[in-house]
Structure formats: structure tokens, C-alpha cells
């Protein structure tokens, strides 16, 4: 007589994880189509559109060509990160290259300011889901909120986080070239140094080769601010630690790309005071 129970007990079970996917994808489907809609076309702020909703205004706040407010640029970004942390599955909308634009230098484009805080805000969404994943903060907050993890109504929520914790890494990945070139290069020392927290935070994640970063940390030492010539060091010593023959492949090319920085960033090849 058992038995029977047991069988009821699991197809309730598949049934309400059934009926919690579907309602996932639906809320996601909403939010990726009320993204793309211009932000004058949204009528209502609705709960299963609000990753939407904010995104379609952060993206209205950075691509509306009468704002162009440093200030209101700096606070779209931040919470386009915030949208992104939320909801990583927004970082894959193209919207014009809304990623790709904040993370372009050119003479027409954003300040240094908003560049600064969009890559700070990517750092700071990456340690914290990090932190997320280590500490099982997902699963203290759910029992915390009194649901119970093993049988709750959302029993595949947090698999469902964690299959989309690698889409910002993934993103990032694929403007790894414009990270370095553009940024960890730039003649702007907190966009260097912010530049490489992230990469440093990436490569921590195992989301880039060190092979890819190497030459840059060696070319970093020549950087005139010791904050960063110190953080790029470190960072060269753990990964000559976990793998020593890297460095010895990578040395010839981050002497030549030290060369090449210095001249870009400060005119000489000898930069660094004493």
C-alpha cells in the first residue's frame, strides 16, 4: 500500500517541476521581448518584464543621443550590471551592440568615467556570483525565507542559476582582445587598474588561458603606478606557481609588449621612478 503513495508523491513532484520550468521560460521569453521594445513603447512596468523593463531604460539612458549626462551614463551602467546579475541571459541581446559600444575607445564614444564603472560593475557581478556559488548563498537564502530546499515549489532554482552563471564569463570571453588592447593598455591608470581586477577575477574563475595574460602581466611591470605594477605581479607569481613553464613560453612577448605599452602609454620605454 505503500508504494502507490510513493508513486503519487513523484509525479506531483515532476508535475510542479514541469509547471516551474515552463513559467521560467516564460518570464525569460518576456524579458528578452520587452528588452528590445524602445522604452516609450512600455506602457507598464509589469514583475514578469522587470529585467526588461530596466534594461530597455539603462539601454535608452546610454544610446539617447540628447543624454549625454557623464552622471546618468555612470548610474545606467551600474545598473545594467545589476540587470546582468539578475538576469545574465540579457548579456546575450545584441540591441546594437550595447555591450560591445561600452566597451569601444574611440573620440565619439562614452567617457572614461562610464568605461571605468561599467568594467568596475562587471568585476563586482563576477565576485559576487563567485561568492555565490562558493558559499551556497541561493540555498541559505531559501531556507532562510522558510522554503524547504529538498521539496520546495521551486525545487530546480538553483541548477537554474547555476546554468547561467557562465553566460557573463562567456560574454566577456569574447571581448578578451579589446579588454587588453584597449583598457589594460590605456593611458588612464584607474581604467588599467580596473581593467585588471576583471581579468584578474576572470582568470581566477578559469574562464581565461593564462597563456592569454601572461605576456600583459610581464608587460605591466613597466607601469609607472606601483598599485598596479604590485597587483600584476602577484598575479604573475600564482600563476608561475601553478604553472612554471608558462612564464619562460610568454617572456620574449611581454618584453616586447612592455615595450609597446610604454610607448603608447607614457612616450619612453622608461617609465617607472624610482
Known amino acids: ?140 537564502l531559501m531556507k532562510e525565507s522558510g522554503v524547504n530546499v529538498s521539496l520546495g515549489d521551486h525545487v530546480l532554482g538553483p541548477m537554474d542559476a547555476d546554468s547561467d552563471a557562465t553566460i557573463a564569463g562567456f560574454v566577456l570571453q569574447q571581448h578578451f582582445n579589446t579588454l587588453v588592447d584597449s583598457f589594460l593598455f590605456h593611458k588612464n591608470a584607474s581604467l588599467r587598474r580596473t581593467t585588471l581586477q576583471l581579468v584578474g577575477t576572470l582568470l581566477r574563475q578559469g574562464m581565461l588561458c593564462p597563456l592569454d595574460v601572461i605576456s600583459a602581466f610581464i608587460a605591466l611591470q613597466g607601469d609607472i603606478e606601483p598599485e598596479i605594477r604590485s597587483e600584476a605581479l602577484k598575479m604573475l607569481q600564482m600563476e608561475d606557481e601553478r604553472h612554471p613553464t608558462f612564464l619562460d613560453n610568454r617572456l620574449v612577448q611581454g618584453l616586447e609588449t612592455a615595450c609597446s605599452f610604454q610607448m603608447k602609454v607614457f612616450g619612453c620605454t622608461a617609465p617607472t621612478e624610482s
Do not use: W
Open 1 to 140: 500500500n505503500f508504494k502507490p503513495d510513493i508513486d503519487s508523491f513523484m509525479s506531483l513532484l515532476r508535475n510542479r517541476v514541469a509547471s516551474n520550468k515552463a513559467s521560467d521560460d516564460v518570464r525569460k521569453s518576456v524579458d528578452e521581448e520587452v528588452a528590445a521594445m524602445p522604452l516609450n513603447l512600455i506602457e507598464i512596468l509589469h514583475p514578469q518584464a522587470l529585467f526588461g523593463c530596466c534594461y530597455a531604460a539603462c539601454k535608452f539612458a546610454l544610446q539617447h543621443q540628447n543624454l549625454t549626462s557623464v552622471a546618468v551614463q555612470v548610474r545606467a551602467v551600474q545598473a545594467l550590471c545589476c540587470v546582468f546579475a539578475g538576469c545574465p541571459r540579457m548579456m546575450l541581446l545584441d540591441s546594437s551592440s550595447l555591450i560591445a559600444n561600452l566597451l569601444k575607445v574611440d573620440s565619439d564614444g562614452y567617457d572614461e568615467a562610464v568605461h571605468d564603472k561599467f568594467l568596475l560593475s562587471l568585476k563586482d557581478m563576477m565576485v559576487a556570483e563567485e561568492k555565490r556559488l562558493e558559499k551556497g548563498a541561493a540555498l541559505n
